[in-house]
């Protein structure tokens, strides 16, 4: 099926149409043949080697296991680990032993054929799960152990075994004979449909069959007969079940629901599941919608008190279907229609009681008081209605509203005290107090229903609603999954677990508990999350891979791309349609959330990239030339002290040696600007966070100022407080030094430079003050663009790389504080540092 | 006594000639070496006093070097290192270095440093001769028997974690202590609150014996490194 995505194993099976024809045989034998052609084959699994050990020798059995008694199941992860070209597994039927990793062996084969390894198997005419009706009919079992009929419609290639049975065979040769002729329909039907079906695609424009799904045993043939209409008709096959809301199905219902949902799956039908009481108009709505030409509808024989079969009211609805009705008698479903009517609920017993005393003591006090006989019908007919309201069925307001009439008749019309009326016109009066009842009782009924539907209606929309909303609000990955595992932790009531996946590797889970309680719920249980990503499909708890598993684990996905593994706990409650359904759709919700926030952040990553790449080819362009500049100096110098040295006076000599002293001081201190502008990386510094005390930074970055060669007084003024902050210590010192740097570049020699820190709010504000002319308006706007300087004449001298102050910006802002500028008093310009202030617990 | 006798480990000749050039003018006697393996040779052969060891070796790891001899010596190591590579300081620090030397570096701060290293080998041998009790840098007298601290004779009271970081830097004066190793010594743990309880503890200690008007400053911050405690000329 998905030969283009990737190397998918070949299926073929070895067909027969009874036990002992020689299926195991005929493939133990094209195995060695296959083998003596040094072909790459391994025996997975011999069901039952007696008579079979002479060709078993030749074969090499999967590593490490004697396939004889020990291993009763296939051994994937050997097979797997072992790698051959081609495996042989007997039987592909079987049901596995409950705590394998698989239900079905099927499913074990089809994940060696995901592996990309090739599979031989046998199998029966009796195994082919569409089939069973006619194989009842003619052997009279059952068989449980099935395969699904896609496989073997789409293996590679079958082979039927048309031998004898070897043995005294426990079938007649009648049924044998018969069973012979449904295989080799069987197979026949295989070819037609192989040469006849190109590719899925042609399901678009074709029919397509919808079944509904009940939860009675008599269901399944209903299911199969579907099945086969669509292999026949080559038709898409839905399988729809309207769970209805008001309903809570046994724990005996829910099983066979299951089973025939799994069957379902099994004949390659879709699943739908909707919640609606009107059964009917959500099945005509549904084909509507989807397209659907056929419907197949299983119906026992109607009654003479049910309104209109199933099959009647469709006809009505959706007169463009043609109906499918298979006939069945199912004693429960008749039994069911008639029990829940009788059951008697205790309060609605009390509630109708007594509003029937409540009604008849009113119409008493109207009796003695002289009212119109009318008045007290009113009074009844209000009793009867108030019933209605407030009982669930409507058998209460029906048996009231009788019970009114007769005690009416008994107490109020004449003669008293009897059942009988002389006045013929009291007939009518009966009557008509009936069909009010009646009535009223039917409205309030269905008000009551629609009510309770529009309420869960309400409830799952307003809970996907909250989710989306909180959802939208949040922006990180971590965020977006724990709101959506809380809202499904509080919705379901249950334990959840969730692993993100990043490059196709599980991460630390994270749990989410109603209870602090134990989360050793969740231990043991991380290959089962494993599997799921691996083979991206469903498993544990209530499906049929890895069953013993405490909790359900699902891929959160879009499309192929696995965003995390969700496990909830189920431990033996599964969840009902209602809860898989509003589960699946939050699922989904979180998936779009996820791609969403994955795409917006590679997006910004690209963005910041191409940022960072622009602010680095800027970099380098200035750099070059402004490297270019005081090296110059350098060389020159030196190459004049080198060759003319000798000729050159003292103090000549001397002047040569400073230049080359300041020159190499500057490239130092470029050298050392350059290096942090490296650290920006991703858009964010690299940080190397510690507390530091604030006047060490200070100390060390005026250390740094070489204060014998500087003409201005360097003033400090430090807070009376131990001023702590987490910094890179570094890059701030790198900050300060940077601003100091231009202080005494720009401003005349022997002015003051006054350095202060002090806290303000949380905050610890660096002042660097200084007395020069200032910086005006225009430029404090630019002054922390890269490459920007102040003084524009002087721009192509090598003091030009307006790096320093836009660093110091970035270096600010990476350890979310401040820088300002603002004018100095009288004369002179500060540069104000604020960073967020650390607060100390102290370890004594 | 003699002039002390230097093994320089730096694999740049331009470096290695600077430095030798230093320290033939103040008339030291000095072991050049250009990698790991003969470094640790010249050192089993020539005893020298100080290594000054860069740390970007050829052949093998410096920080290897600095075990090697820490295995048999407590002679005195100074690094040698390229600006960015604080967390291969604070490593050979905690190795078992003593000091170390940002490139580019000054003469001048070369040579401070070596006259630091030395004094410290100079204290070793003393503390070592005499098993001494009384430990006395400047005005700074530490009577480690009765854990009392004068300063110009006069007592200050210290708080036990106060009294702990002294102690710490006065046993190991003239070698660097990282935050790590003092966090460690003191509190047995490294955390981010444990560092900045350091630097707090160090505030208030160094208020204490370093009163503003005195000018003295017994300890060094190494920002983002660690403190040392160096030694004074003790005043009048």
């Keep these: 099926m998905n030969e283009e995505k990737k190397h998918q194993g070949r299926l073929k099976i070895f067909f027969g149409y009874a036990m002992h024809t020689g299926k195991t045989y005929a493939m133990l034998q094209e195995a060695k043949e296959l083998t003596d052609m040094s072909n790459d084959v391994v025996v997975g699994y011999i069901e039952n080697v007696e008579g079979l050990e002479t060709i078993l020798k030749g074969l090499e059995c999967v590593p490490n296991r004697q396939l004889m008694l020990s291993s009763p199941e296939v051994d994937i992860d050997a097979i797997l680990a072992r790698h051959p070209h081609i495996v042989l597994i007997d039987h592909m039927a079987h049901t596995n032993r409950n705590g394998s990793r698989h239900l079905k062996r099927y499913q074990d084969i089809l994940e060696i054929l995901e592996a990309g390894i090739d599979v031989y198997t046998t199998a029966n005419v009796q195994d082919i799960v569409s089939l069973q009706d006619d194989i009842n009919k003619i052997t009279g079992e059952h068989s449980s152990e099935t395969i699904p009929d896609y496989l073997f419609e789409q293996a590679h290639q079958v082979k039927f075994i048309d031998n004898e049975p070897q043995y005294e065979h426990h079938y007649s040769v009648e049924t044998l004979k018969a069973l012979r002729e449904l295989a080799i329909k069987c197979c026949a039907q295989r070819i037609k449909k192989l040469t006849s079906l190109p590719s899925k695609s042609h399901f678009i424009n074709s ?131 008639v029990r829940p009517q009788l059951t008697l609920n205790r309060q609605d017993f009390m509630r109708t009681a007594g509003m029937l005393i409540l009604s008849t003591l009113i119409g008493g006090i109207f009796y003695y008081l002289d009212f119109k006989e009318s008045n007290i019908i009113l009074i009844y007919i209000l009793g009867v209605l108030m019933t209605a309201l407030i009982t669930t069925r409507r058998i209460y307001s029906l048996a009231s509203s009788f019970i009114s009439v007769l005690i009416f008749n008994f107490l109020f019309t004449s003669p008293r005290l009897t059942l009988r009326a002389y006045d013929s016109r009291y007939i009518v009066t009966f009557i008509i107090m009936f069909i009010v009842a009646f009535i009223t009782s039917s409205m309030t009924n269905k008000l009551q229903t629609s009510a309770k539907d529009s309420a869960q209606n309400a409830y799952r929309m307003k809970i996907l609603l909250e989710t989306n909303q909180k959802l939208q609000k949040e922006k990180n990955k971590e965020g977006i999954i724990s709101v959506t595992c809380h809202s499904l932790m509080k919705l379901l009531q249950r334990d959840i677990i969730f692993y993100p996946v990043s490059k196709n590797n599980l991460e630390k889970p994270l749990i989410f508990c109603q209870s602090p309680k134990d989360t050793s719920i969740f231990q043991n249980e991380e290959a089962v999350a494993k599997w799921v990503l691996k083979n991206n499909k469903h498993a544990g708890a209530t499906t049929k891979t890895l069953s013993n598993a405490l909790c359900l684990y699902l891929a959160v996905r879009i499309g192929d791309k696995i965003y995390g593994i969700i496990g909830i706990y189920i431990d033996d409650k599964p969840l009902d349609s209602y809860e898989n359904n509003i589960m699946l759709s939050i699922l989904g919700e979180l998936a779009l959330s996820l791609e969403n926030e994955s795409v917006i952040k590679e997006k910004a990553t690209a963005d910041l990239k191409a940022k960072n790449e622009q602010l680095r080819a800027n970099l380098l362009r200035s750099i070059s030339h402004d490297l270019r500049t005081p090296l110059t100096s350098i060389s020159g110098n030196a190459g004049i002290l080198l060759s003319t040295g000798t000729i050159l006076d003292e103090d000549k000599k001397k002047q040569l040696y400073s230049d080359i002293y300041d020159d190499s001081l500057w490239l130092i201190n470029l050298v050392e600007n350059l290096l942090s502008v490296t650290r920006i990386e991703n858009g964010s510094m690299n940080l190397n966070l510690k507390v530091e005390l604030i006047e060490d930074v200070i100390n060390e970055a005026l250390k740094h100022i070489n204060t014998r060669r500087i003409q201005h007084h360097i003033q400090v003024i430090q807070d009376e407080n131990i001023l702590l902050a987490k910094i890179d210590a570094r890059l701030i010192v790198q900050v300060i030094m940077n601003i100091l740097d231009n202080a005494i570049k720009y401003t005349p020699d022997h002015t003051t430079i006054t350095i202060q820190s002090y806290l303000k709010d949380k905050n610890i504000y660096i002042d660097i003050a200084d007395e020069g002319n200032g910086i005006n308006d225009k430029d404090k706007e630019h002054i922390f663009d890269m490459f920007y300087t102040a003084n524009r004449q002087v721009a192509d001298s090598r003091r030009s790389l307006g790096l320093g102050l836009s660093l110091c910006q970035s270096i600010i802002q990476a350890h979310h504080g401040e820088i300002k500028v603002y004018d100095n008093s009288p004369h002179g310009t500060v540069f104000q540092i604020s960073l967020p202030a650390q607060e100390v617990e102290i370890h004594e | 006594m003699n002039s002390p006798k230097i093994l320089v480990v730096e694999d740049d000749k331009a470096v290695r000639n600077l430095i030798a050039i230093t320290l033939q003018t103040r008339n030291y006697k000095y072991i050049l070496s250009d990698s790991g393996e003969s470094a640790l040779l010249e050192f089993a052969s020539e005893h020298p006093d100080v290594i000054l060891l860069d740390l970007g070796l050829p052949d093998i790891d410096g920080m290897e070097v600095i075990q090697k001899i820490r295995e048999k010596s407590q002679i005195p190591i100074i690094i040698l290192s390229a600006r960015g590579e604080e967390s291969d300081k604070v490593a050979a620090l905690d190795a078992g270095a003593d000091d170390y030397l940002t490139k580019p570096f000054s003469v001048e701060e070369l040579l401070a440093r070596l006259r630091v290293a030395l004094r410290r080998t100079e204290y070793i041998w003393n503390s070592d001769a005499k098993n001494n009790h009384i430990f006395e840098n400047g005005d700074l007298k530490i009577d480690y028997a009765s854990s009392c601290v004068t300063l110009k004779g006069e007592e200050i009271h210290l708080t036990p974690i106060e009294y702990k970081i002294l102690n710490l830097l006065s046993k190991n004066i003239g070698k660097i202590l990282t935050h790590t190793y003092l966090t460690r010594e003191i509190w047995g743990s490294a955390f981010d609150s444990d560092v900045a309880s350091l630097r707090v503890f160090m505030a208030n200690l160094r208020k204490k014996i370093e009163p503003e008007k005195s000018g003295v400053s017994y300890i060094q911050t190494h920002v983002g490194i660690g403190y040392r405690m160096v030694k004074i000329e003790k005043s009048d």
Aim: proline letters at 5%; one cysteine or more.
């Design chain 1, 207 to 337: 029919e397509h069959i919808l079944v509904c799904l009940s939860p009675s045993p008599s269901n399944a043939k209903v299911i199969r007969t579907a099945a086969k209409l669509a292999s026949t008709y080559q038709a898409r096959l839905t399988a729809l079940y309207i769970a209805p809301l008001d309903k809570k199905l046994s724990k005996k219902e829910y099983q066979y629901l299951q089973e025939n949902i799994s069957l379902a799956k099994d004949l390659q039908a879709q699943i739908e599941v909707l919640n609606d009481n009107k059964v009917v108009f959500e099945i005509a709505e549904y084909a509507r919608i989807s397209g659907v030409t056929k419907i197949v509808l299983g119906q026992s024989p109607t009654h003479f008190f049910q309104r209109s079969s199933l099959s009647e009211q469709l006809v009505r609805l959706a007169p463009q279907l043609e109906i499918y009705v298979i006939p069945y008698i199912d004693e429960r479903s008749i039994f069911k229609l």
